[in-house]
């Protein structure tokens, strides 16, 4: 097999450093000549993150989308275990790397060259053998980004050898495969490959038959081509990314292992991002074959692949800025700045608060949240005096007030639900610091007064006013040093009042509780024999058709709208019963039953 010093490494490495930081160079220059200063920074990726080939990806699954970046390079170290297959007591250990450098010329195309390497240490009847192999591999990718999801097509070509060092062009290998994937939300992508591998890689190995069966499970060679197929996903938050993925090579040809011996993989692994920009991602995944294997001890059966049953790997990877994903420009020469003179003014202090803040929380009988509830805040116009002024008298001519009228303020920074179009008079709330300008009421019609309140009551809030998904709402701007009323109307819950006194400056929270509604009529009742004794009977409430099952007590109880219903009592045993009964609204109906046992 074909095995890289470092002259190798060096020229890769070199190659590398050389594309990408012209691609970046030359983007940069870019934003530059476009008039875009040092300070221009983009924000994190955090779209997806990259495979062990420098490439977006999860395990052995490609993403079919443009990557922020211009070049990464990636640095893999890891390890696997094989149990036994050679009937031997024999175990088979390998540690391997990748060296992944990958560039991103366009949008929509990218390549990537590997260089792995891995030693592998046999034990077999007490005996112990090793060897060291290496491997290159070219990606091809395009593909086409529509934001929420991709496709496109990658060509990953293998070219192995015999002999240190010496590659076999007659042993190229090429994996063809078709990428899609599907961005559910910001977090969530879908992932899905299928694709078809030519694999020649057993004509690198000659005397095949004249191999140890130890040596057959280092060369990570085939005799047969396969489908590829693969589906995963990715949940990423913020530093953070968690992926799985299935994956299946099915060999095909004549004599090939069936599907089930075929290589089937699953792989989960969690990646993490490092610094400002992420550029650097650190991640670690577990990788296990789920398939059985081949037939392994005769050393005349085609060669075929036979992977570590187990394996877990550490992969870093380097990524390099584009014109999507730039790092701060070097500054500019600085040049010499005139002083200017500044004169100064005096301070002039802010006057003190005459407003405050309401920030209540509306929560059900069980601790759950209510939102969309309507929310009403009330003031006594005596209290508010000068307030009313001559904003009010303007619009009613005296304040005459005809039982459907009621006087509304513009309040502002009133946070909640959807508030009715013209809740808010224009010029209610006013501009500026809402904390020193409190809220003036104007006249608004249809608004119905709850009753208990005077007929001085007014309306400080926006009509339609409701709490939030959380059962919130925040209302600033509201007159304090004087009582205020708060008055709920949920929909499915008993109406709430509190009165509460706001201090200037003050953020009062309020945490309001609701009862639940009183059913509108009920019925209740006890069954038992002749003889007393308490029976489980069903009762069935026709024509509603609801059912209720007695206690061991005999005691049940029905949640009914008021009308006239038919009582049916039915127990094994016991004969059947029809009582006709009537229930009031919000009344409760009591019914005895004594049931006589059938013959």
């Not at 993150?49 to 211009?70: E, F, K, T, Y």
């Not at 929509?108 to 290496?134: K, T």
């Not at 550029?279 to 789920?290: F, N, P």
Request: net charge negative.
């Amino acid at each position: 097999m074909y095995f890289y010093g470092p002259r190798s490494v060096s020229v890769l490495l070199g190659i590398f450093f050389l594309i990408s930081n012209g691609v970046a160079a030359q983007e940069i220059d870019a934003k530059s000549s476009n008039g875009e200063g040092a300070e221009q920074q983009a924000a994190p990726d955090t779209r997806f993150g990259h495979a062990d080939n420098g490439l977006p990806g999860l395990d052995r699954l490609a993403i079919a989308a443009s990557s922020p970046w211009a070049a990464a390079l990636s640095v893999t170290a890891g390890y696997g275990r094989t149990e036994s297959v050679l009937d031997a007591e024999d175990t088979h250990s390998r540690f391997g790397g990748r060296l992944a450098a990958s560039v991103q010329p366009v949008p929509w195309f990218a390549a990537a060259l590997l260089l792995d390497g891995r030693y592998d240490r046999h034990e077999e009847a007490g005996e112990a053998d090793d060897g060291l192999v290496g491997d290159p591999r070219v990606v091809l990718r395009g593909w086409q980004d529509k934001g929420n999801y991709g496709f496109g097509a990658q060509f990953t070509a293998w070219v192995p050898g015999n002999e240190a060092p010496s590659v076999v062009f007659g042993a190229m290998t090429l994996d063809m495969v078709a990428m899609g994937n599907y961005r559910l939300n910001d977090n969530v992508n879908v992932v899905a490959n299928l694709g078809y591998r030519v694999d020649q890689s057993a004509a690198s190995v000659s005397n095949a038959e004249l191999l140890s069966g130890s040596d057959r499970i280092s060369l990570g060679v085939s005799e047969y081509n396969a489908f590829l197929s693969g589906i995963g996903g990715a949940w990423r938050n913020d530093q953070f990314e968690f992926f799985g993925e299935w994956s299946w090579d099915i060999l095909m040809g004549d004599g090939a292992p069936t599907a089930m011996q075929s290589p089937m993989y699953l792989s989960a692994g969690a990646r993490y991002w490092v610094g400002e920009f992420r550029d650097i991602q650190l991640e670690a995944k577990l990788r296990g074959l789920l398939s059985s294997r081949p037939e392994l001890t005769d050393p005349n059966t085609p060669l075929v692949d036979v992977p570590p049953r187990f394996a877990a790997l550490a992969t870093a990877t380097f990524r390099f800025p584009s014109a999507e994903q730039p790092h701060p420009a070097p500054p500019l020469p600085e040049e010499p700045i005139e002083e200017p003179v500044v004169e100064v003014q005096p301070i002039e202090q802010p006057p003190e608060p005459t407003t405050g803040v309401l920030v209540g929380v509306v929560r059900g009988p069980n601790g759950e949240n209510v939102a969309n509830a309507l929310v009403e805040v009330w003031i006594d116009r005596k209290t508010v005096g000068d307030l009313m002024g001559a904003s009010t008298g303007a619009s009613t001519g005296a304040g005459e007030d005809d039982g459907q009228s009621t006087e509304v303020a513009g309040v502002d920074g009133a946070q909640g639900g959807p508030v009715q179009d013209g809740a808010v008079q224009d010029g209610a709330g006013g501009e500026g610091d809402s904390s020193t300008k409190p809220v003036v009421p104007v006249i608004m019609a249809g608004v119905e007064r709850p009753e208990g309140l005077s007929e001085e009551s007014v309306l400080l809030t926006p009509v339609g006013l409701t709490t939030d998904e959380n059962g919130e709402f925040r209302i600033e701007g509201l007159e304090a040093g004087v009582t205020l009323t708060v008055v709920v109307k949920p929909d499915d819950y008993l109406p709430a009042r509190v009165t509460v006194d706001l201090q200037p400056g003050e953020e009062l929270d309020l945490p309001i509780t609701l009862q639940p509604l009183p059913p509108q009529g009920q019925i209740q009742g006890v069954i038992q024999s002749f003889s007393g004794t308490p029976l489980a009977a069903k009762v069935l409430v026709q024509p509603l058709g609801l059912e209720a099952q007695a206690s061991e007590e005999g005691f049940f109880e029905i949640d009914v709208p008021p009308g006239d219903y038919r009582l049916e009592i039915e127990m094994d045993r016991y004969r059947s019963q029809t009582r006709p009964i009537s229930v009031e609204d919000k009344g409760v109906t009591i019914i005895n039953v004594d049931m006589r046992r059938s013959r």
